[in-house]
């Protein structure tokens, strides 16, 4: 079954065409067929990036540098319907496209950042769960309504086969209320819903998933921690193949220093911000979550890349500080996570930061030792998303390429089916 897999923001849509079904699951066999994204989307121009893979998503980071590299033009994209057009028009293209015309697609997948406390599993799209979608609208402002767009220009263009949503929020529904509650008085979480939900649930589920493979055992018998480090940051507790814990909370805001966002802060700051600033809620939002983190601390950029750059090579401060901040944090829930699971096997870094940055991963493991983590320098000098262990200690630590898109290919296939979503 090819599965046309859709990851839509506010000015983007990548996806993936993925061959796939409950066989090829079983036995392995499943098969990427090409990926893509349209970006700037309403902008003059648009950027379209095209590239056919043709190959086993298991195996696609040891052989990354084979394949050929994307195709990109400039193309006119005025909306979301538009780039879904262009991306079926690429998958179907004479020369280069990797189906004969856009009915070979049997069923659509969807990332949706936010599913609240109503979806615990990935779910076929129907009337009741696209308003229940809609009603979590308010928990992800900058990220469902553009989720609920891609459904919405699929359905126009697919009416007639299966869709369905893949949540962000599903694998953290595992966590305990004495996890998920925040301090604040219990009528207010029944009243609001507000509580810690977590993100990154199909990265943390899929890393810890394939460290089972790698490691030949069962994820269930394991305690992880898996550190997904992009321009968002999330790490969560896997105890024993769910989780039990997760930096992110009510929004992505919370936890790790990220590429614009504050990460964890005393909740009285905003306030303090709004009074002597004059400033907004709007406002100091903005703030918190566009104008923080690596590129607040730095005033360089939120790509580490250049951070670490303007700290190594142009030896300016505030960028190692950034640096600092941002190893400092993930040290700190390594060893959180550790107690909260009563012990640590293993460790995975995942991510555009984590599986291409060594001094990041270094400095995030320096000094712990004492956990028995030991980071092999030679082993760790490994980038490019390849995957394996970079570790000679009792706890393993891991680079492993995170493939969110797979996992929403199985989910949808999954759902449709109706089996159970292990």
């Keep these: 079954m090819k599965v046309f897999v859709l990851n839509c923001g506010s000015s983007s849509v990548k996806y993936q065409l993925v061959d796939t079904d409950l066989e090829k699951m079983e036995k392995q066999q499943e098969i990427v067929l090409a990926r893509g994204s349209v970006e700037k989307i309403g902008l003059v121009p648009s950027i379209s990036s095209y590239q056919v893979v043709q190959e086993n998503p298991l195996f696609l980071p040891q052989r990354q540098s084979k394949l050929p590299p994307p195709e990109k033009e400039p193309v006119e994209v005025v909306d979301h319907i538009a780039a879904i057009r262009h991306a079926i028009k690429c998958l179907t293209n004479e020369k280069t496209g990797v189906m004969r015309d856009a009915g070979e697609i049997q069923a659509v997948g969807h990332r949706m950042v936010h599913g609240g406390e109503k979806f615990k599993k990935s779910q076929v799209i129907n009337d009741e769960v696209l ?89 269930d018998q394991l305690r992880v921690i898996t550190i997904h480090l992009g321009n968002g940051c999330s790490m969560t507790a896997v105890d024993h193949g769910k989780s039990i814990d997760t930096t992110m909370g009510f929004t992505p805001l919370e936890g790790l220093l990220m590429g614009t966002r504050t990460g964890d802060l005393d909740a009285s700051v905003p306030l303090t911000l709004m009074a002597k600033e004059e400033i907004s809620v709007a406002e100091v939002n903005a703030m918190m979550n566009k104008h923080s983190g ?104 891991w680079v492993v390429p995170t493939n969110e898109e797979l996992v929403i290919a199985r989910d949808t296939i999954r759902a449709i089916e109706g089996v159970d979503f292990s």
């Design 131 to 219: 308003r229940n979608i809609r009603e979590c609208v308010e928990f992800a402002p900058l990220h469902n309504p553009h989720n609920l767009r891609g459904y919405n220009a699929t359905y126009e263009l697919f009416p007639n086969i299966p869709q369905v949503a893949v949540f962000d929020t599903a694998f953290h529904q595992t966590m305990p209320p004495h996890a998920y509650l925040y301090g604040l008085p219990y009528a207010i979480y029944q009243k609001h819903g507000i509580r810690r939900y977590g993100f990154h649930g199909s990265s943390h589920r899929y890393v810890t998933y394939r460290l089972g493979q790698l490691c030949g055992v069962n994820r």
């Design 294 to 397: 690596l590129y607040g601390i730095s005033g360089v950029s939120n790509d580490m890349r250049e951070v670490i750059m303007a700290a190594q090579e142009k030896k300016q401060d505030r960028a190692q500080i950034a640096i600092d901040m941002f190893c400092y944090r993930i040290k700190k829930y390594v060893g959180a996570y550790a107690a909260a699971m009563g012990g640590l096997d293993h460790v995975i870094f995942t991510g555009g930061i984590g599986e291409n940055s060594p001094l990041i991963r270094d400095l995030s493991m320096k000094n712990l030792e004492f956990l028995g983590i030991e980071v092999d320098p030679q082993l760790n000098k490994m980038e490019n998303t390849v995957e394996g262990k970079i570790s000679t200690g009792n706890v393993g630590v």
